[in-house]
């Protein structure tokens, strides 16, 4: 696996992937932290369109700070308040209102999920794709704009409920 620094470089290097300069840091929760890459991200970058030959409508869009949100606010328009999606914020938007999100738990921080518009908050349905920011972006750099974590011979880290209920 890449280190943060070389796979942002590769990532910067192929014309379909832009970013945008530095804006500041999302606003999170007392209790949530960042996790030390994506907090390195957002020093250095306010978004990612990662896939997109115009710079619109990406494959994959790595959220500014101001859209950096609890992913339920996201996908129901409603703050979860209980169970262990309190600490998912939407790290990327992957099209059709579909969220990869990321855990601001100190005790899963950084690990990084599919979440499925239809199915998001249902035990069984949330894979773990990645168990940090930079995994993600190592994923997504060899995936070259596809859904990795839709592929058949992908194996992720099991589901986000199992053994957090």
Not at 87 to 92: E, F, P, Q, V
Request: charged share 20%; proline share 7%; glycine share 10%.
């Amino acid at each position: 696996m890449m280190s943060f620094d070389d796979v942002v470089r590769e990532l910067q290097s192929r014309p379909d992937c832009h970013f945008r300069p530095a804006t500041g840091f999302p606003n999170i929760p007392r209790g949530l932290q960042l996790p030390p890459d994506l907090s390195e991200f957002y020093s250095r970058f306010s978004e990612a369109r990662l896939f997109s030959d115009d710079g619109y409508d990406p494959r994959c869009h790595i959220l500014p700070p101001a859209e950096f949100v609890q992913v339920g606010e996201a996908i129901m328009a409603k703050p979860t308040t209980a169970g262990i999606e309190h600490s998912w914020y939407t790290l990327a938007h992957v099209q059709d209102g579909n969220y990869l999100g990321i855990d601001l738990l100190p005790q899963r921080l950084g690990r990084c999920y599919d979440c499925f518009h239809e199915t998001y908050g249902s035990p069984g349905y949330c894979t773990v794709i990645a168990l940090s920011f930079t995994e993600l972006l190592n994923h997504l750099a060899r995936a070259g704009g596809e859904a990795f974590w839709l592929s058949e011979d992908f194996r992720g880290y099991g589901d986000a409920y199992e053994g957090n209920g």
